[in-house]
């Protein structure tokens, strides 16, 4: 599976929007890039997912540049309840039934 | 609808016992997925199920073992547990095609072994 890199942490102010860069240099034709999420005790989340175009769904924004080495994942509008960690996922699409979880980034949104 | 349910929410073991875990997926998923998180390991990806049989397999020891059965509920068991198998235990369903768009987590189990 192609790796990720994200930064460990981030802040944003509260009715910002998010901007959370994923790097996945290694990313190959057949592999979509997937976002979760997981709030403190809770399961993840999952959040949206692309290919190559840009997607857009009533979470978030996910923004695929085109040589597909790296994404963006935008909360238009962060509020407190966005605090969380978000994995950026690479996964094939094929016969692999798991997702690969890196470390992740905490986003820590302030009032 | 209801989402994924899982059995117990906490749990505390004795090193050498064993445990048993359960999943209920939603309605209509035939795919079950675990996964154990520990703050040094992070997430990590156990085994899937689909339809009664396993598609996946992750590298843990065979200590690890689950089955799923014809209504899609899944268990896993731990035998002989050792301190480290204190862990949240995820459980994740989907429809299981390869278009799916996710996977829906349940809260999971929280397993203290002392």
């Known amino acids: 599976d192609a790796k990720t890199t994200q930064p460990p942490s981030m802040d944003c102010a509260e009715g910002r929007a998010a901007n959370l860069p994923c790097n996945h240099s290694?990313?190959?034709?057949?592999?979509?890039v997937y976002w979760y999420r997981q709030i403190h005790s809770q399961g993840p989340q999952y959040i949206i997912h692309g290919l190559k175009n840009n997607e857009t769904n009533e979470m978030a924004s996910l923004i695929i540049t085109e040589d597909r080495k790296s994404s963006t994942l935008i909360l238009p509008h962060a509020t407190l309840r966005d605090t969380a960690v978000y994995y950026c996922i690479v996964r094939p699409r094929s016969n692999d039934y798991k997702l690969s979880f890196g470390a992740g980034t905490t986003v820590t949104v302030r009032a | 609808k209801a989402g994924v349910t899982q059995t117990p929410r906490y749990l505390i073991k004795t090193r050498g016992q064993q445990v048993t875990l359960s999943c209920s997926p939603i309605?209509?998923?035939?795919?079950v997925s675990w996964y154990q998180q520990t703050p040094g390991q992070g997430l990590q990806f156990l085994f899937e199920?689909?339809?009664?049989?396993?598609?996946n397999k992750g590298n843990f020891p065979g200590r690890f073992s689950g089955r799923q059965f014809s209504n899609s509920r899944s268990e896993m068991n731990v035998s002989t547990l050792e301190l480290g198998d204190s862990a949240l235990y995820l459980c994740?369903?989907?429809?299981?095609?390869?278009?799916?768009?996710?996977?829906?987590f349940g809260s999971g189990t929280r397993l203290t072994v002392v």
């Open positions: 290694t990313i190959s034709g057949n592999e979509y």
């Open positions: 994740a369903s989907s429809l299981g095609e390869l278009t799916n768009y996710g996977y829906t």
């Open positions: 199920y689909f339809s009664e049989t396993q598609r």
């Open positions: 309605s209509g998923h035939r795919s």
